[in-house]
């Protein structure tokens, strides 16, 4: 198993105050991710990071911002929490390459309720 | 854009056999990708598909159709752990290995 942990794994806040899920990689992947998933929505992208300090935005971006000041280490933060983003959050990584499948292994998620 | 559909449920019976097909529509593919995610837990990959045709791996098969923009995943010997969700994905263009997920089929296998 890739080496990715996420810290909380469950946490509950109240609608308003600011949130941070941490994502840490033992791999040494340059590529970061964060999903969110949702019944009916499957899984989708929040931001990405191509490298340290290299971060872009993906699909459902709003209300997030991410940060990557070190290769092992992608943070996401919730500004300001909203019950829509209730949900759970999955961190992945990748490692770009010549040839092969270069897939995503997943972390193990983050349970978030906002009250 | 892109646009994935896939089932939403399947049921089966502990030792058939099993399709679950996806079909896409996406600009700059580069790659289909199956996941399984049992409940609860983290998606993990199962199949990967560039080149039209089928690539098997032991009792999990994948086939890919680029002119068509369908896969499908098939499951054989089906065993009650293969109860799960199957996700499909595409990998598209622009860089950063980015992938677009299907919402997802949720198989149940019955005995």
């Known amino acids: 198993d890739a080496g990715i942990t996420q810290s909380p794994r469950h946490k509950v806040t109240e609608t308003g105050t600011p949130v941070t899920l941490r994502c840490h990689q033992t791999?040494?992947?340059?590529?970061m991710y964060w999903y969110r998933q949702d019944p009916g929505h499957g899984l989708r992208l929040i931001h990405y990071?191509?490298?340290?300090?290299?971060?872009d935005k993906g699909e459902v971006s709003d209300g997030y911002s991410v940060s990557r000041s070190k290769t092992e280490d992608f943070l996401l933060t919730l500004e300001s929490a909203t019950s829509s983003q209730t949900s759970v959050y999955f961190c992945?990584?990748?490692?770009?390459?010549?040839?092969?499948?270069?897939?995503?292994?997943f972390g193990p998620g983050t349970r978030l309720t906002v009250l | 854009g892109q646009n994935i559909d896939q089932p939403t449920e399947m049921t089966a019976t502990e030792g058939a056999i099993v399709q679950i097909n996806c079909t896409y529509q996406?600009?700059?593919?580069?790659?289909l990708f199956w996941y399984q995610q049992h409940a609860g837990e983290a998606p993990t990959f199962l199949s990967y598909?560039?080149l039209d045709g089928l690539e098997e791996k032991g009792r999990f098969s994948s086939f890919l159709s680029r002119s068509k923009g369908y896969s499908y995943l098939l499951l054989k010997e089906l065993q009650m752990k293969d109860s799960a969700s199957y996700l499909c994905?595409?990998?598209w263009g622009g860089g950063g290995n980015k992938l677009t997920f299907g919402t997802g089929t949720q198989l149940k296998v019955e005995l």
């Open positions: 994905a595409v990998r």
């Open positions: 990071s191509y490298g340290v300090k290299d971060t």
């Open positions: 992945a990584i990748s490692q770009p390459g010549l040839a092969g499948n270069n897939e995503q292994f």
């Open positions: 996406t600009s700059g593919f580069n790659g």
């Open positions: 598909n560039v």
């Open positions: 791999e040494n992947h340059r590529y």
